[in-house]
């Protein structure tokens, strides 16, 4: 497939992504989106915390959202919208922050599988494509490669694939000028205040199911 060189302008994911995907998903426990339950502690000192394990999530689920988001953004691209939920920004770029968002947040319950390569930070170096429908089926196709991981218990090999997966959206982001860590800030912004992230909204008839 044709590659190209393009100029590399200040975009894409910030290179510390460790502490991020632990902000994002340390504030999607507090919404209520991964529960949690506390575990026995004889020698726990009275008044202090208890311990809590945060109990996981369907990864078919999670992994299929991201695929919803990036066919999302595919629409978006294809028919040069911009965005319905931050109309200053275009579709295409906030729907790969919601790709990012996604992938951290399982990054952030999975961190201590979570291999980088021996890459101290930063997502994986790729080629950049001259096509966004290349992009888009290097998405698509990672991560389906994350679920058969997932699915055949190969957790590390997983977020492997998911890691690879920040790769393709950073540098897809570059190639096409968009400001994802803008994008990210944005949308985690909004989500706090919109009613359908809400658990007991979604929990009502008519409501998002998943």
């Given at each position: 497939m044709m590659q190209m060189e393009l100029p590399m302008p200040v975009s894409g994911l910030p290179l510390d992504l460790r502490t991020l995907a632990a902000d994002i998903?340390?504030?999607?426990?507090?919404a209520g989106w991964w529960k949690q339950t506390r575990l026995p502690d004889e020698n726990i000192h009275p008044g202090a915390a208890p311990t809590m394990l945060t109990l996981?999530?369907?990864?078919?689920?999670?992994?299929a959202l991201i695929h919803s988001e990036i066919s999302e953004a595919d629409v978006g691209f294809d028919a040069d919208?911009?965005?319905?939920?931050?109309?200053?920004?275009r579709m295409t770029e906030v729907e790969l922050a919601d790709v990012s968002i996604c992938v951290l947040d399982m990054l952030g319950f999975y961190a201590p599988k979570w291999v980088?390569?021996?890459?101290?930070?930063?997502?994986?170096?790729?080629?950049?494509?001259?096509?966004?429908?290349?992009w888009c089926r290097l998405m698509h196709r990672t991560t389906t490669e994350a679920l058969e991981h997932?699915?055949?218990?190969?957790?590390?090999?997983?977020?492997?694939?998911?890691?690879?997966?920040?790769?393709?959206?950073h540098f897809a982001a570059i190639q096409?000028?968009?400001?994802?860590?803008?994008?990210?800030?944005?949308?985690?912004?909004?989500?706090?205040?919109?009613?359908?992230?809400?658990?007991?909204?979604?929990?009502?008839?008519?409501?998002?199911?998943?």
């Open positions: 998903h340390a504030s999607n426990i507090a996981p999530r369907n990864v078919g689920e999670l992994l919208l911009m965005d319905d939920k931050l109309p200053h920004r980088q390569d021996d890459r101290d930070s930063g997502p994986l170096a790729l080629p950049l494509y001259a096509y966004w429908p290349d997932f699915r055949k218990g190969r957790e590390e090999e997983g977020c492997r694939s998911l890691d690879k997966l920040l790769g393709v959206v096409f000028g968009y400001d994802l860590t803008g994008a990210i800030i944005e949308k985690r912004a909004f989500n706090q205040t919109r009613s359908d992230h809400q658990l007991s909204n979604r929990a009502a008839s008519g409501g998002k199911q998943f």
